[in-house]
């Protein structure tokens, strides 16, 4: 498989994507200083990404690889995978969600360590007092993913 990068623009910045022939993504990230050239992608993935940031409900259902992350980091990564689209769930959910009650802080620390944002969508998990909690990218940014969905926090 031939591996390279593209990048999807929205409000804020771009989206960077290193991916395998466009199809399986390998790692996501937000340019929000405009760092990286633009380059534009084809194929599913840059057309679903596309249409989910310009506020279409699209799924972002392709294939990871999780293998290399800790096993209790790929337990809450897949489990993160499936909080639906307009929807979130607090840290502490998801850690009585996996069985491990009182581990809220490891289940940031693992959205810390997500390498595909928006297809792990990261972004979906708040505070358990319904404050947005943390985000990698900034909570600026969170807050607009979150509305882009229809979310209010």
């Known amino acids: 498989m031939r591996s390279g990068y593209f ?22 990230f937000f340019d929000l200083e405009d760092a990286i050239r633009d380059c534009p992608g084809s194929g599913p993935l840059a057309g679903s990404l596309e249409r989910y940031l310009a506020g279409e409900p699209e799924p972002l ?6 293998d290399r992350l800790p096993s209790f980091t790929r337990m809450v990564l897949e489990y993160v995978k499936e909080i639906p689209y307009g929807t979130v769930a607090t840290y502490g959910c998801i850690a009585a969600g996996l069985g491990r009650r009182g581990a809220s802080r490891a289940v940031g ?15 979906r998990v708040i505070a358990a007092g319904g404050g947005p ?21």
């Open 133 to 153: 909690g943390g985000f990698t990218s900034g909570i600026q940014l969170k807050l607009w993913l979150l509305a882009l969905e229809g979310v209010r926090i």
């Open 109 to 123: 620390r693992a959205m810390g360590a997500n390498p595909l944002p928006l297809v792990i969508p990261c972004h």
């Open 61 to 66: 259902d392709f294939p990871v690889d999780l």
């Open 7 to 28: 990048t999807v623009r929205f409000p804020l910045g771009k989206v960077v994507v290193q991916s395998d022939d466009g199809m399986v993504p390998r790692r996501v």
